[in-house]
């Protein structure tokens, strides 16, 4: 007994601790139950743990190397301290926040995304939209540089089109566009992360309410679904009694700007048209209407001047409102009934509508 307690004494002096048949280093001030002291740990105890210059310890769960990655470091690449300061440690990997307590707000985050992603998304768009669809946008300037704006417009049977549109949003206005999406595609499995990364809400009156509060644009198709699978090449609006959009405006006080599509439907076409399609849809909620095309034909996006907001109308006479302008979109620039081949053959005569009707 003498001798293996003279053992432990002396493991315990030397710093060493016995487990079972292994041996393990162990500080003398720790084995008495004492916090370690900086100047005993010497340069440093772990990958993870500051530099000697660090006077003040660490907040539990966080390193220097933590520190280092997610920027949390003072304007000038150390952390807050109160000690003298040997060395600096390197340059924080992103821009440091002005203040510890305060991190990125969501639109200065798009801000520092959007210097990486426009070069990609304008080469996506040349080879993509200007290649295969010469697809060209009117009314860019009515989108405003800053504030909200509530984006309304007509739902094609793949909306194609709308996604060329957020990334001329992107790569002209270097803003980023909200989007409200069917529930159904947030009922996909591994489609919900997709879209919530791209910044697409299920639609709840809330949640627009506070995208556009919060200074984004949004973009909603009334028509959502319906619009997309039973709409053809006579380009009806399956709006049907729908207002919820019209209050969203009127709840944030924001403009409302209608957008349209010329030979949207030429595109890319869908059979929802025919009866078993569509009980489907109406008796299960089935979208499954197959759809063909992907005809290179010309795309040219209308944007129609902005209805600004009126504190004297309701939400249905605002929702009629904007139902007229679309449909005045449409008449003014779409030939009904589309055609295919007309449409392939404006890649390369360029004259709209109103241009064609005065010759």
Same mark, same amino acid.
């Given at each position: 007994m003498g001798h293996e307690a003279h053992e432990r004494d002396t493991a315990n002096a030397s710093g060493w601790e016995s487990q079972g048949k292994n041996r393990v280093r162990v500080h003398p001030a720790a084995v008495r139950g004492s916090e370690v002291p900086r100047t005993q740990r010497g340069a440093r105890s772990s990958r993870c743990e500051a530099p000697n210059d660090i006077s003040e310890p660490q907040p539990p769960g966080r390193c220097f190397a933590h520190d280092l990655v997610l920027g949390q470091l003072s304007p000038h690449g150390r952390v807050a301290r109160t000690g003298p300061i040997a060395t600096s440690p390197p340059t924080p990997l992103y821009p440091a926040p002005t203040s510890h307590d305060a991190p990125l707000t969501e639109s200065q985050w798009d801000t520092k995304c959007m210097r990486g992603t426009r070069p990609r998304l304008k080469v996506r768009r040349v080879v993509r939209s200007e290649m295969l669809f010469c697809y060209e946008i009117h009314g860019m300037e009515k989108i405003p540089n800053r504030g909200p704006a509530l984006i309304v417009y007509y739902h094609g049977a793949i909306?194609?089109?709308?996604?060329?549109?957020?990334?001329?949003?992107?790569?002209?206005?270097?803003?980023?566009?909200?989007?409200?999406?069917?529930?159904?595609?947030?009922?996909?499995?591994?489609?919900?992360?997709?879209?919530?990364?791209?910044?697409?809400?299920?639609?709840?009156?809330?949640?627009?309410?506070?995208?556009?509060?919060?200074?984004?644009?949004?973009?909603?198709?009334?028509?959502?679904?319906?619009?997309?699978?039973?709409?053809?090449?006579?380009?009806?609006?399956?709006?049907? &009694?729908? &207002?919820?959009?019209?209050?969203?405006?009127?709840?944030?006080?924001?403009?409302?700007?209608?957008?349209?599509?010329?030979?949207?439907?030429?595109?890319?076409?869908?059979?929802?048209?025919?009866?078993?399609?569509?009980?489907?849809?109406?008796?299960?909620?089935?979208?499954?209407?197959?759809?063909?095309?992907?005809?290179?034909?010309?795309?040219?996006?209308?944007?129609?001047?902005?209805?600004?907001?009126?504190?004297?109308?309701?939400?249905?006479?605002?929702?009629?409102?904007v139902q007229q302008a679309v449909q005045s979109l449409i008449d003014k620039h779409q030939q009904i009934p589309g055609s295919i081949l007309r449409a392939l053959f404006e890649r390369f005569y360029t004259k709209h509508k109103g241009q064609q009707h005065q010759n």
């Open positions: 909306p194609i089109d709308y996604y060329y549109f957020l990334s001329s949003v992107i790569i002209q206005k270097g803003r980023t566009c909200h989007s409200v999406a069917d529930h159904f595609l947030f009922k996909i499995p591994g489609f919900k992360l997709l879209l919530e990364v791209f910044s697409v809400i299920h639609g709840p009156q809330e949640e627009c309410v506070r995208a556009l509060k919060n200074g984004h644009l949004l973009g909603i198709s009334p028509g959502g679904v319906r619009e997309a699978l039973f709409s053809d090449e006579t380009y009806l609006l399956f709006w049907g &009694k729908r &207002k919820g959009f019209a209050q969203v405006a009127i709840d944030s006080q924001v403009p409302i700007i209608p957008m349209f599509t010329q030979n949207l439907r030429e595109g890319f076409r869908s059979l929802g048209t025919l009866r078993l399609f569509r009980w489907l849809y109406e008796r299960f909620r089935l979208p499954v209407a197959p759809v063909y095309g992907g005809f290179p034909v010309k795309f040219r996006t209308f944007l129609g001047d902005p209805i600004p907001y009126d504190p004297n109308i309701n939400a249905a006479e605002l929702a009629e409102k």
